[in-house]
């Protein structure tokens, strides 16, 4: 048995496992990624914007699923584009995957080794990390959705607080004026933006777990408007506090935000660490659930068992992980990453809906509804 | 078998050589004159009943008649419970269980007679699970007391209680009650099933039960929930949860079992729904205090004075200049101090628990600081951490939490909060890999589940909570109209 299909996830733990697996590294460097394309403190219309491309994606994804109820995108690539290229297709992903999983625990390491421990190797950070990342995904996609649900509110909770504290430094003119230089800046800065919604894509797996996968669209459009507003109000705090030539200069503007701030009288007048809190908490989330991903496509692929993946990935992804020299390295193969998204989700879905659409026609693959 | 009462008696005699408080009394029955004898357990039979009901008509008022089995159960016993045996071994194992046997001589059948005294203890308060309001009574130690208790509690037809037997040398009756039409017939099944498949020789206490029918016991967490109080056990199975009772114990399991289960106390639903609601939040507050305090005080000591405010941190560093310990070991040596003075004070009687809180608690804790062992914020945090975990009503969970806090200690000291961040994780994803009887141990926090949130960290006013749990898939799924 490849994977366990008596589980079984409701609508809401997708809508929650896909705002989980969006939300993660870009939180910390959004504003200063967006603010470097624009030059303009617009960044937050880009975001806006990048959010919808990203709803528009997943919509196009789950009209492309629809046809192969209970099925994975790895199981049915191949009734579309036959065997051979379906099996490349679904090897890039399953590489595209452990790539994002790869990104996630290094930029974990790069910042848990800035601002937690320093001194402590950053292999035995990112080791004990999969480990409790690989407990989890033993326990298959109910336990993941679950934990998911844990999480997700966590992070609201706190990230409304931390944001709440930190309206003291926010000044309404680091954002005047709005679209000062025209449309063009936004737009440079959509690409940078519709990359940190990443993750959408994990609806192409998901689907096939769902109780009732007529519902995925609203999944999909809930479980992007969480990322979305949290992007929002990131950029737009961090923006407006920092100003755009604040932002620019700084590697985690965020956390650097949340640092200024200081309330006097409580007990804690720094709330950095919330927020570091929450922020692992998500890595944590989008890292398993890319890497469960890459390990079901894998099991799929090969008709062999899951457990067995789960376990070998590790070491890959592992000294994938280790690839980037410096944090310069690792910014680069974020970037890669996002190009590469654009192009497997952004283009390739339309593209295979096309062909799948035609083929209906002629009634192979789509009769098996 | 023949009916001759001396070859019988000869049989009896060669068993019960090794059983001296098994007596024989031979006697002649009035009118006929027919030889007979009882055989009766000293102490474990009723011995008044024996002289009324069986000496007293056999001696005085039977008539010419001749006896027979059917004379005697119709006309002459005046007892409600009599069984008809020919088998020696069978009367030998009666008359061990508080019955007395009747042998007349040239009848073939043997008589066994119900005459089990049954001496109980009193119903009393149970005194783990003392409450400020509710009802006094508690579970005690014989299992018919026990399900009259229930009976009386929720006199309803649909409370179906199933006897089982178990144990292999040491023969237990063990009762699994639930509410026919309430609850999940799959869950009955299983704990049926789970139930029988107990192959031990003996259970002295229900705490064997739960050991081995639980789901996982490598898992820290309790996944029965223990009780000694009939009105706790009674709202169990109105949400549709089913209760085990085992002969000679007064704690009653109870099953399917969530984590926020385990956090609420029936005092809750005693009092208004304020308090109850407020309570509750304060008891899920402490039990996170209790679990992580120590770990975080080791995180921020060790790894990131940066991350608490400045003067805090100067005035914690100024106070543990003279410590010679690294947090971890200072924080242990004061956590294991407190575990074995609360191991202490439960094992001590009870007018010298309280003085041995003050020389441990007060007098250690103060010497202890005096001798620039460990730092006061320490003896500070290692009280707020000890009293937070007395609020829990579970003892098991409690234990559960102290064991795990030790654990949260060294992820600490490895890698400081981030350890501390990730071993809540792995606490979490335990948490909702594990099931109890079919159901996620942590419903209903996840799967979200709305309606059942009515009755989780927050107890709703009793007018809104008008369904049972969800969780439970209870035949009848209405709790209120």
């Not at chain 2, 199933?162 to 144990?167: F, H, P, Q, R």
């Not at chain 2, 005693?270 to 008891?283: D, K, Q």
């Amino acid at each position: 048995m490849a994977y366990q299909a008596k589980d079984r996830i409701t609508s809401i733990q997708t809508a929650v496992i896909l705002a989980n697996t969006m939300l993660g590294a870009g939180i910390l460097t959004l504003p200063r990624t967006v603010a470097e394309k624009t030059g303009t403190p617009d960044g937050w219309i880009s975001v806006i914007i990048g959010g919808f491309l990203a709803i528009a994606a997943g919509l196009i994804m789950v009209m492309l699923s629809k046809p192969f109820r209970g099925k994975t995108f790895y199981e049915y690539i191949g009734q579309i584009t036959g065997k051979w290229l379906g099996s490349l297709i679904s090897l890039i992903v399953v590489g595209y995957f452990c790539l994002i999983a790869s990104f996630e625990i290094r930029v974990l390491a790069e910042v848990a080794d800035f601002f937690l421990l320093e001194g402590t190797p950053s292999w035995a950070i990112i080791m004990v990390f999969m480990w409790v990342s690989l407990y989890l995904v033993t326990g298959g996609i109910n336990a993941i959705a679950r934990l998911f649900e844990i999480i997700l509110p966590i992070t609201i909770f706190v990230f409304v607080i931390v944001t709440f504290f930190g309206i003291t430094l926010f000044d309404v003119d680091n954002l005047r004026p709005v679209l000062g230089q025209g449309v063009m800046p936004v737009l440079n800065g959509v690409k940078t933006t519709a990359i940190t919604f990443t993750g959408f894509e994990a609806i192409l797996i998901i689907i096939a777990f769902m109780h009732r996968p007529e519902k995925a669209s609203k999944a999909v459009i809930v479980g992007t408007s969480i990322p979305l507003m949290i992007y929002i109000i990131t950029v737009v705090m961090v923006i407006g506090s920092l100003s755009v030539d604040g932002v620019v200069t700084r590697t985690w503007p965020t956390l650097d935000l949340v640092r200024s701030v200081e309330i006097e009288g409580l007990i804690f007048e720094r709330f950095e660490s919330f927020l570091l809190v929450i922020w692992i908490m998500q890595i944590y989330s989008t890292f398993t659930m890319t890497y469960y991903a890459a390990s079901l496509g894998l099991s799929q692929m090969s008709k062999r068992n899951l457990n067995g993946f789960l376990y070998g990935l590790l070491p890959v992804v592992f000294l994938m992980a280790n690839i980037p020299k410096n944090l310069a390295g690792v910014f680069r193969m974020g970037d890669f990453i996002g190009n590469l998204s654009l192009y497997l989700f952004g283009a390739m879905p339309l593209l295979l809906l096309a062909i799948s659409k035609l083929r209906g026609h002629k009634g192979e693959g789509i009769s098996r509804k | 078998m023949y009916g001759s009462l001396s070859s019988n008696l000869q049989k009896v005699r060669a068993i019960t050589a090794r059983h001296s408080d098994v007596n024989i009394r031979e006697f002649s029955i009035a009118g006929s004159s027919v030889g007979a004898a009882i055989i009766y357990a000293d102490g474990l039979a009723d011995k008044d009943m024996i002289d009324q009901h069986i000496l007293k008509v056999l001696m005085n008022d039977v008539g010419e008649e001749t006896i027979t089995c059917s004379i005697l159960t119709n006309k002459v016993l005046t007892v409600s419970q009599i069984t008809i045996t020919h088998e020696i071994e069978e009367i030998i194992r009666k008359v061990l269980t508080g019955q007395t046997a009747l042998l007349v001589d040239g009848m073939s059948e043997m008589l066994i007679i119900g005459t089990m005294l049954s001496k109980s203890r009193s119903i009393e308060e149970p005194i783990s699970e003392a409450l400020v309001r509710g009802p006094r009574t508690g579970f005690n130690e014989t299992l018919s007391d026990n399900t009259a208790l229930l009976r009386r509690h929720g006199e309803n037809a649909s409370l179906s209680m199933i006897a089982m037997k178990v144990g292999k040398r040491a023969s237990k009756d063990l009762i699994i009650a639930y509410m026919e039409d309430i609850a999940d017939s799959d869950i009955v099944e299983e704990v049926k099933r789970r139930v029988s498949k107990i192959d031990i020789d003996n259970l002295p206490e229900s705490g064997y039960v739960e050991q081995l029918i639980e789901d996982n016991f490598l898992s820290p967490f309790p996944q029965v929930q223990s009780t000694e109080r009939p009105d706790r056990v009674i709202a169990a199975l109105m949400e549709g949860r089913v209760a085990i009772l085992l002969d000679g114990t007064p704690f009653a399991l109870i099953v399917p079992v969530t984590f926020s289960m385990l956090l609420q106390s029936p005092e809750d639903y005693y009092e208004r729904w304020m308090s109850g609601s407020l309570l509750r939040v304060l008891r899920f507050a402490a039990a996170l205090i209790s679990l992580l305090t120590p770990s975080l005080y080791i995180s921020f000591i060790s790894f990131h004075p940066g991350l608490i405010p400045t003067k805090l941190a100067v005035s914690i560093m100024a106070t543990r200049v003279g410590v010679p310990f690294s947090s971890l070991v200072e924080a242990l040596i004061m956590e294991i101090a407190i575990e074995i003075l609360r191991e202490a004070g439960l094992r001590l009687p009870k007018p010298i628990g309280p003085a041995m809180g003050i020389v441990g608690g007060l007098i250690i804790g103060e010497a202890a600081v005096q001798a620039g062992i460990v730092s006061p914020i320490l003896v500070i945090v290692v009280a707020v951490t000890a009293i937070s975990s007395f609020t829990i009503p579970q003892y098991s969970v409690g234990i559960a939490l102290r064991m795990l806090r030790f654990i949260a200690m060294f992820c600490a000291a490895a890698f400081g909060l981030y350890g501390v961040i990730l071993f809540f994780l792995m606490l979490c994803v335990h948490v909702v890999k594990l099931k109890s009887f079919g159901v996620p141990y942590a419903s209903p926090a996840v799967p979200y589940r709305l309606n059942d949130w009515k009755d989780f960290i927050l107890r709703m006013p009793l007018t809104m909570m008008k369904r049972r749990p969800k969780m439970l898939k209870t035949k009848d799924k209405v709790r209120k109209g």
